[in-house]
């Protein structure tokens, strides 16, 4: 069987698909004799943007025509239509990209056609010239020679120099659309006479991702595969893909926050031969696709799906990036799995109880009592910090928190740096043989404030000490 994109590629503006405004535009332009010298096609790949480059090039050098269509009945059609017209000829940027080939490119079109009225040169993938071959591309298209057409397409339009484009006429060729899609694979189905289900064909789109080329492919690939009937779930095996009940599976068990079943899902996926790249290509793709069905009215299933998604395909995305660094793929996967399920055990949501005063886990004088030793054991370790310790008093206890005073702000801020904390809670902790942490909160005086120059005095009297007691 021949390859279908290749069999059933339009041979006339009317059979090319979902580019209305293109094609309008183009055929207006044939019949007002209104063409301009260069054409500048971008948009995804598989579009039609190198199809429409070709029927512009067969029509403006058909001899036989009697409207915007070319006749397909001149030599110079069926030479087009063969792919060996000498004056229609088509450059991949991608591979002759260098000064010298666009050099040769202009020496030729000094050149009168042979055939036709035009000599069309078609230049696909034209971002990809070298910056010196796209300059010298420039200078051809300031100074256009009247029989020379050139007619450019790209995939990625923000690569091609702005001095370029500007002296093209520009057209954006959009994504194929499902409804249009369907209709074209419909088309090629009665063609090949064979049937494929609803289901089947909506898988084949869905993959395709608005790519008529690689929905072609697709199609081809099944048709020549199986001769009868093909099932979805002969589809899915074929193109090896993993089976909708893993990925069902796979994708409730996020939802639900459990692990185990997701990882079971996944590792049965690869026991069978399965990707982990299109494992998680076909997780993102369902999650995607029920996320904004519910979005659209679609009830909530699994449940809790509209709430968990942007996690999980945040988290998803994530493994997909990390498979080109991890040295084995299915780390990536399971480590998105662990993830997302930690997420889900942080969210999930408390039941609200009457707020109840908490009882002290260790009496305030049980603490004071200990004190003395607290601040013996705490300047073992450090003895700056056990002379700060006497200028504070523990105030409270909440729960399993004391609450300790400090009259210098200097002390709280001392006390509060995470290393000089965790020494307190740590000694404090070891002392009274449970868990406890620690508070610290300003004295207010009744009276005035101490002025920062008392402050610094205070301070400065607590360093000598300090210093005194440490050093003898």
Known sequence: MATLYRKYRPRTFAELVGQDSVREALQQAILRQRLAHAYLLYGPRGTGKTTSARLLAARVNCTAAQDAEPCRTCASCQAAAAGNHPDIIEIDAA????????????????????LGQYKVYIIDEVHMLTNEAASALLKTLEEPSPHVLFILATTELHK??????SRCQVYRFRRAQPAEMRERLRHILKGEKRTLGDDVLTFVIDRADGCYRDAESLLGQLLTWQAGEISLEQATAFLGLPPARLLDSFVRALVAGESAPAIAAVDEAAAGGGDPEQFLKESIRLVRDRALGIATGAPDEPAGLEVRAPQILRALLQALQDLAYVPEPMIAVHLAILTVCHMKGEAKPVASAPAQTKEAAVPLTEIKQAWPGFIAAVKEKNPVAATFLRALEPAEVVGEELHIKAHYSLHRTFFEKPANKQLLVETLSGILKRDIAVRFSLVESGGAQPSLAEQRKAQEKKFAETVKEVFG
């Open 160 to 165: 091609v120099l702005p001095t370029i484009a």
């Open 95 to 114: 591979s002759n990209r260098g000064i010298d080939d666009v050099r040769v490119l202009r020496e030729a079109a000094k050149f009168v056609p042979s």
